[in-house]
Nanobody, 123 residues
Framework: QVLLVESGGGLAQAGGSLRLSCAASGLTFSSYTMGWFRQAPGKERERVATVSRMGVSTYYEDSVKGRFTISRDNAKMSVYLQMDSLKPEDTAAYYC????????????????WGQGTQVTVSS
């Protein structure tokens, strides 16, 4: 059974930082591109950042470039999202996900999803 379990969400002030973690089990972690997605109430789920299998390459949506950093540790079967300079518009449920496809795969291409962790940024 594949499990992706996110942690690290919570309440932050605008300009602050949070670090999300996602621990994976039940899959060959290094075979998967990992991604972070988010979904705000009333909005569609959107891709935030992705990292390649060996962690060499990354992709960021324009809205988070320069503020968020995605990384992974294959030995720990974990992926992380460091979020700095947070804005109220970053408020959403954040999900990690795994896909066999590449960095630019759409959400529909992701095979496994975590349950999500809530991030709330106050102004």
């Amino acid at each position: 059974q594949v499990l992706l379990v996110e942690s690290g969400g919570g309440l932050a002030q605008a300009g602050g930082s949070l670090r999300l973690s996602c621990a994976a089990s039940g899959l060959t972690f290094s075979s998967y591109t990992m991604g972070w997605f988010r979904q705000a109430p009333g909005k569609e789920r959107e891709r935030v950042a992705t990292v390649s299998r060996m962690g060499v390459s990354t992709y960021y949506e324009d809205s988070v470039k320069g503020r968020f950093t995605i990384s992974r540790d294959n030995a720990k079967m974990s992926v992380y999202l460091q979020m700095d300079s947070l804005k109220p518009e970053d408020t959403a449920a954040y999900y990690c996900a795994a896909t066999y496809q590449g960095l630019y795969a759409a959400a529909a291409a992701y095979n496994y999803w975590g349950q999500g962790t809530q991030v709330t940024v106050s102004s």
